[in-house]
């Protein structure tokens, strides 16, 4: 299984610019997280997918950010415009069900200027 | 809501040794997860160890184990024979076992484990 991929694994842009990251979780799983990790805040959730659609999306910082899950195997964290201040790792996670462990991406570090 | 304390910063120990990474946590439910995750520098978030709140028996992977305190609601780690690579961020996180209320894990702050030769 090649597990849970992310990509890019690097983005440097520009404030003001969108940024799309995208995961493809684990196949067969029906969970999909976006995770975010800063030296400040830690990790947090951002959003969360069951099927493919959104079930809590509490901790999306604010309406710059959107996510989407168009199919099982697909998701995009969309930054539109992007702050420096959204400058750190975003993680993509998937499980097979609710209460079963998540698996994490490499992540995405995102640099804006 | 759910919080996880990891007091301890920073950790080092001589490869070979044994080292315990603590953890404690606060909660109101009695169903739960807990996980410890390990982050070495290439960032990758690697399941290390999970524990069911409901098994009274303390998990173990290989050279890793748990000491699961439920009623002190307490949740180290424990490596043993520690390796080189086993130098990384270990993070302990929390998750509500109740479907739909919660699947977010909750995570602490991290340790950091340094291996010396």
Request: hydrophobic share 35%; net charge negative; aromatic share 12%.
């Amino acid at each position: 299984d090649a597990g849970v991929i992310q990509s890019p694994r690097h983005e440097v842009t520009e404030m003001g610019q969108e940024v799309t990251l995208r995961c493809k979780p684990i196949s067969g799983h029906d969970y999909l997280f976006w995770y975010r990790q800063t030296m400040m805040r830690g990790l947090e959730l951002l959003i969360y997918f069951n099927n493919n659609v959104p079930i809590d999306d509490s901790g999306m910082p604010e309406d710059r950010f959107s996510a989407k899950m168009p199919n099982a195997s697909f998701s995009t964290l969309k930054i539109q415009p992007s702050e420096p201040r959204d400058s750190a790792v975003y993680f993509c996670a998937s499980s097979l069900r609710d209460e079963d462990t998540q698996y994490f991406g490499p992540g995405t570090r995102l640099t804006v200027l | 809501a759910q919080t996880v304390t990891q007091s301890q910063p920073e950790m080092s120990v001589q490869e070979a040794e044994t080292v315990t990474l603590s953890c404690t946590y606060d909660t109101s439910e009695s169903d739960y997860y807990l996980f410890w995750y390990k982050q070495p520098p290439s960032r990758q978030m690697i399941l290390v160890i999970r524990q069911e709140a409901y098994k009274q028996q303390n998990a173990t992977e290989n050279r890793f184990s748990v000491n699961f305190q439920k009623a002190a609601k307490s949740f180290s780690l424990k490596i043993s024979d520690s390796q080189l690579g086993d130098a990384a961020m270990y993070f302990c996180a929390y998750r509500s076992a109740y479907t739909g209320t919660a699947s977010k894990l909750t995570f602490g702050t991290g340790t950091r484990l340094q291996v010396t030769l």
